[in-house]
């Protein structure tokens, strides 16, 4: 059974070098067959070997627009599309991906961890506190097994983003979470560039950030992004990082 890799991209924040980018590091660190499709409303520049479809049309798509815009958080809601069963004739195991990351590693662990479960990192806040709360940017379900993900959002789409923080990852984890069905990725897998990578607060000024022993996948959520990283970032005092040039190698 083929391995589907999904992603998406609307709007202008992320060009197309980032669809590429994560098409690349796949390829590079996944020993098996796949599909890597990219649901986007742009095509242009992403590279052929790219499966591109256009992004999901929903019932709901006037609660997406209203959780996407929503005041205070705004979650990346059109996500959801992505956990439809049948949609682009996906079946078996579908890994997913936030744009803002880099693979630095084999995603075989990732890939097999705790098979026929919603696989996800524990958000990093969560993880401190004590709390449970998956983080978004890697994910991995089988949309047979776990049609719940879609179909409760479908329910009642407003509920479902109010409820929730306005944030499609804490849906998608507290419901897998209900559903009996979620299991956490262990921590060193997945890492927060600004929470492992770099030092802490005043170190930060004078170590460079290092790649964390055993990570696979690199998030660059917030500041900074992966430009910025690799040239230095200065735009504030506890996300000051020194410039990193061995991000160019992932």
């Not at 958080?73 to 079946?91: M, Q, T």
């Not at 097994?145 to 409760?152: G, R």
């Not at 492992?196 to 992004?225: E, I, T, Y």
Request: proline share 6%.
């Amino acid at each position: 059974m083929t391995l589907s890799v999904v992603c998406m991209k609307w709007g202008t924040k992320y060009g197309p070098h980032y669809v590429n980018r994560l098409f690349k590091g796949v390829r590079r660190w996944v020993n098996q067959d796949f599909r890597f499709i990219c649901f986007t409303d742009d095509a242009n520049g992403i590279l052929s070997e790219v499966e591109v479809r256009e992004l999901p049309s929903e019932p709901f798509d006037e609660a997406i627009d209203f959780g996407m815009n929503k005041a205070g958080r705004k979650g990346a809601w059109k996500k959801i599309s992505l956990f439809r069963p049948g949609l682009a004739d996906i079946d078996g195991v579908v890994l997913g991906f936030d744009l803002d990351v880099l693979i630095t590693g084999s995603l075989d662990p990732i890939i097999t961890h705790a098979p026929g479960s919603v696989v996800m990192r524990r958000e990093w806040r969560y993880e401190w506190q004590g709390r449970e709360g998956g983080h978004g940017s890697v994910f991995r379900f089988q949309p047979s097994e776990h049609s719940f993900l879609y179909n409760d959002f479908a329910n009642d789409p407003l509920a479902a983003i109010n409820s929730h923080k306005g944030s499609e990852q804490y849906y998608t984890s507290m419901t897998a979470l209900k559903h009996g069905a979620l299991k956490y990725l262990p921590g060193s897998l997945v890492c927060s560039f600004k929470r492992n990578a770099m030092p802490s607060f005043p170190l930060n000024f004078a170590l460079k950030p290092q790649l964390p022993k055993d990570c696979r996948v690199l998030c660059f959520h917030g500041n900074p992004s992966i430009e910025e990283a690799i040239a230095g970032h200065s735009k504030s005092i506890r996300n000051y990082c020194r410039a990193s040039e061995w991000l160019k190698d992932y």
